[in-house]
């Protein structure tokens, strides 16, 4: 797991995606809001991991379309 999960960077983010899962279906996420939490310098496979390990903690799945540029998150059913 990452070092900073926890970190301000990552809540924000969090809350971000669920406000928007609340309404919406999916929750498109982009680099500006990921490189805040997981910058462009991490090794490509680990800021994956790391990414879906931010997914699972928080009950979404995350769909990884250009990778570093766009991911779509959605809830996991219950």
Known sequence: MSEKMGSDAEKALAELIRNRLENHVTCAVYENNLSLVWPRVYEH?????????FAKVNGW???ISDPGIRLTFKKLKV
């Open 61 to 63: 799945s995350v769909s």
């Open 45 to 53: 496979d680990g800021r994956i991991k790391e990414i879906e390990a």
